[in-house]
């Protein structure tokens, strides 16, 4: 969905799946869960509760965010750093 970094550098990414979704920030050992919310299952045609988990966590990453998410130059460096902060 979209990736940032919190007011800590922590760098996020939000996410979405048929068995879960929220939003897991990169820290020592690892991604850590820090929001989660029901999964979605788009293929069984239930759109609102897509929108509705979608909406819960782009709202919970602005509330974590330090600034906009990233764009795709960012995030492909975040990945090239193993997603470590800068």
């Known amino acids: 969905m979209l990736s940032f970094a919190d007011e ?3 760098l996020c990414r939000g996410f ?5 979704s929220g939003i897991a920030c990169r820290e020592s050992g690892g991604w850590h869960l820090r929001v ?4 979605i299952d788009v293929a069984a045609g239930d759109y609102r509760q897509a ?4 909406s819960a966590i782009m709202a919970a990453a602005q509330d974590m965010a330090s600034g ?3 764009d ?3 995030e492909r460096a975040a ?3 193993g ?3 800068r």
């Not at 979405?16 to 879960?20: E, S, V």
């Not at 989660?36 to 999964?39: A, F």
């Open 8 to 10: 800590a550098g922590t």
């Open 16 to 20: 979405a799946r048929a068995d879960l």
């Open 36 to 39: 989660q919310r029901d999964g």
């Open 51 to 54: 929108n509705s988990v979608d």
């Open 68 to 70: 906009p998410a990233f």
């Open 72 to 74: 795709a130059a960012q």
């Open 79 to 81: 990945k090239a750093r």
């Open 83 to 85: 997603w470590r902060a």
